[in-house]
T-cell receptor, first 115, second 113 residues
Framework: AQSVTQLDSQVPVFEEAPVELRCNYSSSVSVYLFWYVQYPNQGLQLLLKYLSGSTLVESINGFEAEFNKSQTSFHLRKPSVHISDTAEYFCAVRKSGGGADGLTFGKGTHLIIQP | EPEVTQTPSHQVTQMGQEVILRCVPISNHLYFYWYRQILGQKVEFLVSFYNNEISEKSEIFDDQFSVERPDGSNFTLKIRSTKLEDSAMYFC???????????FGQGTRLTVV
């Protein structure tokens, strides 16, 4: 079984400041890692994913995350946030390889951008 | 851009009633999922469905729950006799391969009164 820990339930940040949202996972098998974002009154949207290869993955809107196997982490970062980044961010894992395994989610981090 | 659609967006039902939540996955996808999110809690996996059968299910997915793909386009979640604790946001998701991301719908908020 897998588990995901997002220690910060809320992260307030000033606009144009950098941000890091932390995610740690636990698993006895290899995993794929994901960050999903949920804007107010909307569904979950994939932000970025790590399946294999380069441990640094990027999204089209300036977010990046780095897979660190030794620290079992997949922290999400952005060098300069915008008001429109206000949302709930969920880290998720699933067992790698075939099979329709479900995602295991963290509790989410609410990113609050202050002007 | 293709998307997963869920209906209704909000459903209110009385305790003990049956409810069916409907989802239309992305058309070429083969893997289908239901998740739920109780208010203030994490998103939890319920069940995955592939090749017309359940592939995996969580402990939450007990005999009260069932899933069906009745016509090749819809994917439904039925709760047989709803309880107050079934109140949650229910998300449908689909994917075209097992080893890639799932695309989520907007969710159906189920309120059991």
């Amino acid at each position: 079984a897998q588990s995901v820990t997002q220690l910060d339930s809320q992260v307030p940040v000033f606009e144009e400041a950098p941000v890091e949202l932390r995610c740690n996972y636990s698993s006895s098998v290899s995993v794929y890692l994901f960050w999903y974002v949920q804007y107010p009154n909307q569904g979950l949207q994939l932000l970025l994913k790590y399946l294999s290869g380069s441990t640094l993955v990027e999204s089209i809107n300036g977010f990046e995350a780095e897979f660190n196997k030794s620290q079992t982490s997949f922290h999400l970062r952005k060098p300069s946030v915008h008001i429109s980044d206000t949302a709930e961010y969920f880290c998720a894992v699933r067992k790698s390889g075939g099979g329709a395994d479900g995602l295991t989610f963290g509790k989410g981090t609410h990113l609050i951008i202050q002007p | 851009e293709p998307e997963v659609t869920q209906t209704p967006s909000h459903q209110v039902t009385q305790m003990g009633q049956e409810v069916i939540l409907r989802c239309v996955p992305i058309s070429n996808h083969l893997y289908f999922y239901w998740y739920r999110q109780i208010l203030g809690q994490k998103v939890e996996f319920l069940v995955s469905f592939y090749n017309n059968e359940i592939s995996e299910k969580s402990e939450i997915f007990d005999d009260q729950f069932s899933v069906e793909r009745p016509d090749g386009s819809n994917f439904t979640l039925k709760i047989r006799s709803t309880k107050l604790e079934d109140s949650a946001m229910y998300f449908c998701a689909s994917g075209n391969r097992a080893d890639t991301e799932a695309f989520f719908g907007q969710g159906t908020r189920l309120t059991v009164v």
